[in-house]
């Protein structure tokens, strides 16, 4: 049985029978466009099926060159050239609150270099690599929080409020929905107790940092755990940095954006240390576990469907397979259960929020619970310009579509763990996609987030995958990868969800997120 065939035979119905639902009811434009391009991905993978099938057998590490690397050199002083050339074009910018049209082409030139670096036949990059991705997440983050005066985003400015009273009460005050989830809250307000810093910079440089450093170091660990080839990791980690969501979350740091971390902290626990260090990483994946509890309800709750989706997954290749006799799960039934029980045993007993959960199942899920705009702004999405609709997403659909080329590889190779950790990502854009189209709600763009944290890896190794494993490293294959791969990072970095000051390609859908100075100081007067 070919679990790749079934799962991209399934793809191509599912996503047919979309575009022509979507076209009989709404008939969104994106959203057909959305349906189309899982279509493609889908066909694409019958396409390089048997060629993707005859390499896996072979490390994808094979053949690379150990010695002085002239190129990655030449490479690692260009992108420094740029990165300097980005802040000198965000000090001389015309606009006070814009970040200028060149900063993005040398962001995403910055993106192209980096995807060139990994490209090219070399091993042990990554000390050289990392850093550079890093601080083009920093770059991308920070341009923003340090252009207002003022905090971006609404959620944040309740979460400064909340960390203002911990700091006047040196106690974490009771009555609210965090009282019971205070870890985001502590984190900040430790660090502006421990460097004197205001709630903008405390929350930059923890939270922010944290997730600009440990999201791309762990889904790279991933990624040489999964494939054994360093170039996927370092390649999903660039991709990852440069994400919409990811930005987004980055700059805008709340505490759903701070569990992520921990998500992905526990999945580098359960599919590579469990196999090497089983005593440890079983100790830290608890207390982990704990953590995301004490810090967010969506979070926990994706937690807790990762484990019992990898746990049925692995049941489920064992079965079709007959490999029960093969390594331990990643994840256990008893591990499931216990973090299920844990959670919901604290939302009943301790933190309140079980009611929320009843509230949400006897509503039916529905929008309204959630968001109650008048019907003149619902409509609105679907007045503005094709082209700016298409702009806006076009960036996140390539990145969840293009990833499933990597998933049905995860699956063709009949390795359980990588199967488990592909039906993962699947199920998770799943949640964060078909409410779109059935008009419930499960805060889609917090399942976005989560999804390219997981899709991440299979991405990367799609587009290895589609080049050839053995014309990636030829320089002509390599310029073309990295040139798809900076247009992505163009694409996600100038989109509404990334770009939070005055978006210059979305003029009439982008909304901006952060006071002016001026703004200010008409409220402090108020």
Known sequence: MHLDKILAGTGIVVSAALVAYIALTTG?????????LTLICCLL?????????????????????TGYDRSG??????FFALYMLSIVALHTRASLYERPTGYFVLSSLMAGVIALEILLPHRRKARRVLP????????VVWS??????????????????FVSQILDLSAIPGGYWYTHMPLFHLEVAGASLLAGLDYRLAAMLSVSLAQIIILPVVVYLLGNALFEDERVGLLAGLLLITANQQIGMSTASIPNAFAAIFIALVLFLLFRLKYTRPVRAGYLAYLLLAAIILTHTIAAACMALILFVVWGACRVHGRIRDDAAAKPYPVTLGLASLF?????GWWYFVSGHIAVLADLIRQGFTRAYFIQNPAVVDAYPGLVPVPEQVFNNIGMFAFFTVSLVGIFYLA???????????????????????????GLSFIEHRWWYFSQILLAVPLAASLLLVAGREKAHRMPAALT?????????????????????????????????????????AIDTV
Not at 28 to 36: H, P, Q, S, Y
Not at 132 to 139: A, D, E
Not at 151 to 160: M, Q, T
Not at 413 to 427: D, L, P, Q, S
Request: proline share 5%; charged share 10%.
């Open 28 to 36: 969104r434009l994106i959203f057909i466009l959305a349906g189309v």
């Open 45 to 65: 993978w019958l396409a390089v099926r048997e060629r993707a099938i005859r390499e896996f057998p072979v490390s994808w590490a094979g053949g690379a060159e």
């Open 73 to 78: 050199t030449v490479l690692l002083i260009l």
């Open 132 to 139: 550079q991705i890093i601080l083009l997440g920093v770059s």
């Open 144 to 161: 923003q929080i340090l252009i207002v005066p003022g905090i971006l985003g609404s959620d944040p400015w309740w979460h400064r409020m």
């Open 340 to 344: 299920l029980a844990a959670m919901l």
């Open 412 to 438: 063709a190779r009949r390795e359980r763990n990588g199967f488990a950790f592909g039906m993962v990502g699947i199920i998770l854009l799943g949640i964060g996609f078909f409410p779109l189209i059935t």
């Open 481 to 521: 990868l990295a040139a798809c791969v900076g247009l992505l990072a163009f694409t996600m970095i100038a989109s509404p969800a990334a770009d939070t000051g005055i978006p210059l390609f979305s003029p009439n859908s982008a909304v901006r997120a952060g006071f002016t100075g001026s703004e200010l100081q």
